[in-house]
């Protein structure tokens, strides 16, 4: 026996005799053939005013300790008799010091009990205040913190908790089929990397995670840490978190309040956690999160791999956020892999949410996100760029899946001004909004706000329900769930390539002349290479623009203030359904004589012109000569011409003139004289504003 080993049994022994009943046997009797202390290790049994004290490598700079629990052998730290006499576990503690743990084999135990006091919290530390230290749970060994008759509130913000690289440390723990447990009613706490310490946390072989609090008020806080500083003054120093978790499930629960995940969490705190082929469950009754690159300063980045994940809240809110004031990155990949986003309230996933924000989040490979919530007054949304100086970026590829469902759906992409936010669908992903009430998909939803969504290779983006509707740089109208809101950001929804498809009962671009009062500003649409829109409706409203070469709408197209421009440069737009021009400008673009140098409208249904400005634009140095014809539209109806339509030439000089036949023929009559070699931006402002030096005009009937 060592001699730490003997002064440690000893002092048990003399102890013993002054503690109350309820906190003998704290320490072990030694020496016990399955606990083994070695080096500068020592167990101090509690007294009046502390609990149980275990160090290993701990009682001064530079020793070394360590301990070790096996064949079944269970060591209890219990409180002493003092309101804040709870029991601490130090593994390395002291400046250049190293303490080791190891708790191995079916049955072996270290077991922390907190004994409900009222003014500390019982604690495991590993790696502290410049030591080293480590500690191994394996092949059935478990590690325990327990505390579960805390009165509510009793730890107050510190909690039950077992901390991994703290206040200049360096520790790891590793969970080789093994099980570590935080259970507590005043918090319950697993910190990886706090306050200037490094930490690693290895979950392996069918090991289970749990931290659990079980206060049943919402004030209630369940979390797991991977980069932690809460260090206000002086300034936080330098936090390192990471966690590996593979073929294991961790579980954070909290009764009452908030659960959470949180990947680098404070400023200069660098957070890592990858999870593969395991299970990860957060539930909570108010508030259930999952939080990556949490604070501004802070760096986070979680991977799920084939794995199982659940954020749930039985009375409020659950959330997933990548980047809420730092840099956060979500990647959520493999056909195995579902994350399920559940609320009673509102269920979200957020990319980029405060200022300074950038957030990432793939989804990819066939993995599955769901978002659900249930009351009426709720939402399933997903925002990506959130509030001004955010910036967001989602991604939906190879396969994957993303659903909004619960009687509100909502996917926006750039929310509030200054806020910017980028959405991509494509290689098969596929985005479904499910509401019973609303579906909405909104690209800059207020001024000043910027979003931009491309669907490509085959991705989809569907919204069903009685009211399903894609507002581009578009006003939300009044009559949803959603407050109305007539001043509109700019937006972005291109389609592009065969089964690419964004699917919709109504499709607003800009803001409608019809709607008064609504501002925009700027929606564009681009439908082309085979993609397909389908509505009943797409509105073109002022400041919008729809266009495209190779793409088709499936719907009504209405121009109602903004620009319809087949092709942008010359190329052949597919409407299955009708058109009417109401107010706006028809642009037709004319590089050559020649098929595919100039815009075609193909239009299945009735084209309707009654008002607004149709413009020819000759481009690329091309100019008309004397008797030349050109055919804008196909199809099995001419187009019905109103007399107040306004025609406009641009790209030629003053003095040409033209004529349209019954079916919307254009026949030059003189020969033009091309004003530009270049093509022009394809920019609805810049045309319009082209329309201030045409050439003189002339109609003829037909």
């Given at each position: 026996m060592s001699r730490s080993q003997w002064l440690c049994a000893a002092s048990a022994l003399a102890l013993a005799a002054t503690l109350p009943p309820a906190v003998q046997a704290a320490c072990p009797t030694l020496p016990d053939p399955n606990i083994t202390f070695s080096g500068d290790t020592v167990c101090v049994p509690a007294t009046g005013t502390s609990g149980d004290l275990l160090n290993a490598g701990a009682s001064a700079p530079a020793a070394a300790g360590s301990v070790?629990?096996?064949?079944?052998?269970?060591?209890?730290?219990?409180?002493?008799?003092?309101?804040?006499?709870?029991?601490i576990v130090q593994i390395g503690r002291e400046p250049g010091?190293?303490?080791g743990l190891t708790v191995s084999g079916a049955g072996s135990a270290l077991e922390v009990n907190g004994g409900g006091k009222t003014g500390n919290a019982a604690q495991v530390r590993i790696g502290v205040a410049g030591g080293t230290g480590s500690a191994t749970i394996a092949s059935g060994g478990a590690l325990r913190v327990l505390d579960p008759t805390a009165p509510t509130g009793s730890a107050g913000p510190a909690g039950d908790s077992i901390s991994v690289g703290l206040v200049g440390g360096t520790g790891s723990l590793t969970v080789n089929s093994g099980t570590v447990t935080v259970d507590s009613g005043s918090g319950a706490f697993l910190r990886v990397g706090d306050r200037g310490g490094t930490g690693t946390l290895?979950?392996?072989?069918?090991?289970?995670?749990?931290?659990?609090?079980?206060?049943?008020?919402?004030?209630?806080?369940?979390?797991?840490?991977?980069?932690?500083?809460?260090?206000?003054?002086?300034?936080?120093t330098a936090t390192t978190g990471t966690a590996t978790i593979s073929g294991s499930t961790v579980s954070i629960q909290s009764d009452g309040g908030?659960?959470?995940?949180?990947?680098?969490r404070e400023a200069n705190t660098t957070g890592t956690a990858s999870v593969s082929g395991s299970t990860l469950s957060i539930t909570a009754g108010r508030e259930a999160g999952l939080q990556v690159g949490r604070d501004t300063g802070a760096t986070g980045t979680l991977t799920l791999s084939n794995s199982t994940a659940s954020v749930q809240s039985s009375l409020g809110?659950?959330?997933?956020?990548?980047?809420?004031?730092?840099?956060?990155?979500?990647?959520?990949?493999?056909?195995?892999?579902?994350?399920?986003?559940?609320?009673?309230q509102f269920a979200d996933i957020i990319v980029g949410r405060n200022a300074g924000s950038n957030g990432t989040m793939v989804i990819r490979d066939g993995a599955a996100v769901t978002v659900t919530h249930s009351t009426a007054s709720g939402f399933a949304t997903g925002t990506v760029g959130r509030l001004a100086g955010s910036t967001g970026t989602l991604s939906v590829r190879s396969g994957a899946t993303l659903?909004?469902?619960?009687?509100?759906?909502?996917?926006?992409?750039?929310?509030?001004?200054?806020?910017?936010?980028?959405?991509?669908?494509?290689?098969?992903?596929?985005?479904?909004?499910?509401?019973?009430?609303?579906?909405?998909l909104m690209l800059g939803r207020l001024a000043g706000a910027s979003g931009n969504l491309a669907v490509a290779s085959g991705g989809q983006v569907t919204l069903s329900g009685p009211l399903a509707r894609v507002l581009v740089g578009a006003p939300i109208e009044a009559g949803g769930t959603l407050a109305q809101n007539l001043a509109a950001g700019a937006g972005t929804l291109t389609i592009s390539g065969a089964g690419s498809l964004v699917s919709a009962d109504r499709v607003i671009v800009g803001a409608p002349v019809s709607l008064a009062g609504s501002t925009s500003d700027g929606g564009t649409v681009i439908v082309s290479n085979g993609g397909t829109l389908q509505a009943a409706e797409v509105r073109i409203g002022t400041s919008g623009l729809v266009g495209g070469s190779g793409g088709t709408i499936i719907g009504s197209v209405i121009l109602d203030g903004g620009t319809l421009a087949p092709g942008l440069s010359p190329g052949t737009l597919n409407i299955v359904g009708d058109l009417t021009v109401l107010d706006g400008v028809l642009k037709i673009e004319i590089g050559g004589t020649g098929a595919g140098q100039y815009d075609v409208l193909n239009v299945s249904g009735t084209t309707m012109i009654a008002g607004g400005t149709v413009l020819f634009?000759?481009?690329?140095?091309?100019?008309?000569?004397?008797?030349?014809?050109?055919?804008?539209?196909?199809?099995?109806?001419?187009?019905?011409?109103?007399d107040d339509v306004t025609f406009a030439v641009g790209g030629l000089q003053a003095g040409f003139q033209f004529d349209l036949g019954p079916s919307f023929t254009f026949v030059a009559l003189n020969d033009g004289v091309s004003t530009t070699a270049v093509p022009e931006p394809a920019s609805a402002a810049l045309l319009l504003a082209g329309l201030l030096g045409l050439a003189a005009l002339r109609r003829r009937a037909a």
């Open positions: 070790s629990i096996t064949g079944g052998a269970t060591v209890t730290l219990q409180p002493g008799a003092g309101a804040a006499a709870t029991p010091s190293v303490g290895t979950v392996s072989n069918g090991s289970t995670i749990t931290v659990r609090d079980r206060d049943p008020a919402t004030t209630g806080d369940a979390n797991v840490s991977i980069g932690r500083d809460l260090v206000a003054s002086p300034a936080p908030f659960a959470g995940l949180l990947v680098g809110d659950a959330y997933v956020v990548a980047g809420r004031g730092g840099t956060g990155a979500i990647t959520v990949q493999g056909a195995a892999t579902s994350l399920q986003i559940g609320a009673a659903d909004l469902t619960g009687p509100n759906a909502v996917l926006q992409a750039g929310r509030e001004a200054g806020s910017f936010g980028s959405i991509l669908v494509d290689s098969g992903g596929v985005v479904a909004l499910s509401g019973t009430t609303e579906s909405t634009e000759f481009i690329d140095g091309f100019a008309p000569t004397a008797g030349q014809t050109f055919d804008f539209f196909s199809g099995p109806n001419a187009p019905i011409i109103a």
